[in-house]
């Protein structure tokens, strides 16, 4: 902002629209961290946007052609009733959504966001390893404590040798290596010699090091790869065996690891009645496709829920299905605490934006002057109590019902929004609409 002042483009902070991509695979703690560390920049929160990187890069290859395969056709915007697969492959994590266009240009989530940490860096981790093996741990630890800016020059050099490796690669593989790690080595072995290092390792007949020359046969090369790839295309496989999932016709392939030949042909020769489709600057997708979601945010029309959501409730006691250490007393009446009120259950489609199932719950004494809401969610879909494994305390929400004057015949109507990224949760008093309070669920509780 200080160098768009500089330069009097005019530009207000008030004029821009913040948009922060999120891995699908964060959970919503996470998802809220994000959002706070953003506002203590600080970053207004009515100015700032949550967008899961998979469905950033959805939008971005929904709006331009793409390359589609090495004859360079290309296809355009789908057309309604397609469903889609998109594949964010990026460093950390792979992230994945599957989309169906709509009559009306908006898109559905077919299956709730998914995947795994199974990025371009594991392969990365692999090679240092593979290092590692030949100087020793404490050479490596140290080369990487000592000479920082050389050790990321090494993973610099091998990301752009990563992406020309191919399967059909027989050629000696020459990789770039600091020397600094070379004299690392020489420094703690007095004598030594990191070409007789990589004579005597268990890698001998596959590779030889000189200096800063690192030459590995293509067979050890590759190998670096078949692990992350056989996750990768596991988990799809076990995707495409979901009904919702198993019609959809393309896959979308983007994120920096995208642009690994390995993982490219991986995917082709695994799904080869699907159309697998590498867009140009795949890499680039996740960003300008937050760009586009910055000028168009409501393009996604319904989400797959990810948990079960509810509040914690009370009911009354029943000693044939509710254990004694749950049984509470209110008002000289039994009733069974911890109870978890389902809202919305995971697996769930929900409309973006449209209130989802409205609950009323009342109070439980007559001089009660407020009701306050927990939160929870689940990793099942039918939680009993929300003191259940699997069950997580999100917020609160406490609405003020100050007339006591109906006594225990008062209460308040809940419901949850979901929104983006993030979820709104709603009370509103059943007998004075007017008196109400929203809140933005606090995740990080």
């Known amino acids: 902002m200080t160098d768009y002042k500089n330069q009097a483009t005019g530009v207000q902070e008030s004029d821009i629209m913040w948009v922060l991509t999120v891995p699908s695979i964060w959970d919503d703690k996470s998802r809220q961290f994000m959002r706070e560390a953003a506002e203590k920049v600080p970053i207004c929160g009515d100015k700032l946007m949550l967008v899961l990187e998979p469905e950033a890069a959805s939008f971005y290859c929904r709006h331009l052609p793409v390359q589609k395969d090495c004859n360079n056709s290309t296809i355009g915007v789908f057309e309604s009733g397609e469903k889609y697969m998109v594949v964010d492959a990026g460093g950390g994590t792979i992230d994945i959504v599957v989309h169906e266009v709509k009559d009306d240009g908006f ?27 030949i100087v020793g741990k404490e050479v490596m630890e140290t080369f990487r404590s000592i000479h920082k800016y050389d050790f990321i020059n090494l993973l610099r050099n091998f990301e752009v040798k990563k992406r020309t490796i191919s399967p059909t690669c027989h050629d000696i593989v020459t990789f770039t290596v600091p020397v600094s790690l070379s004299d690392t080595f020489s420094e703690k072995n007095p004598g030594c010699n990191i070409t007789d290092a990589a004579s005597k390792s268990k890698f001998k007949s596959l590779l030889t090091w000189k200096r800063d020359k690192l030459r590995m046969e293509a067979k050890l090369t590759k190998t670096l790869f078949d692990g992350i790839c056989k996750q990768i295309v596991d988990h799809l496989k076990d995707l495409f065996m979901h009904p919702t999932v198993k019609d959809v016709s393309s896959i979308l392939l983007v994120g920096g690891f995208a642009e690994s030949l390995m993982l490219q042909t991986a995917i082709r020769e695994a799904f080869k009645n699907k159309n697998v489709i590498i867009p140009k600057e795949a890499e680039l997708a996740v960003l300008k496709g937050a760009v586009i979601c910055g000028h168009e945010p409501e393009k996604i029309s319904s989400r797959v829920c990810r948990y079960t959501y509810g509040v914690e409730a009370v009911i009354k006691f029943d000693s044939t299905i509710h254990p004694k250490s749950k049984k509470i007393l209110h008002n000289s ?12 259950r995971v697996g769930q489609i929900v409309e973006v934006g449209e209130p989802q199932v409205k609950k009323t719950y009342v109070v439980t004494e007559p001089d009660q002057i407020s009701i306050e809401f927990k939160i929870y969610t689940s990793n099942n879909k039918e939680p009993t109590y929300t003191t259940d494994v699997g069950c997580t305390y999100l917020g609160k929400l406490t609405i003020d019902m100050p007339d006591t004057s109906k006594g225990v015949d008062r209460g308040a109507t809940v419901q949850m929004t979901f929104s983006g990224t993030e979820i709104t949760v709603t009370a509103v008093d059943k007998d004075d609409p007017e008196r109400a309070v929203t809140t933005k669920v606090d995740f990080l509780g």
């Open 107 to 133: 898109v559905k989530e077919l299956h709730k966001a998914n995947g795994g940490d199974w990025g371009g860096t594991k392969v990365d981790a692999l090679f240092t390893c593979l290092l590692a093996d």
């Open 333 to 344: 009446l039994e009733y069974c605490g911890d109870i978890f009120s389902i809202h919305v």
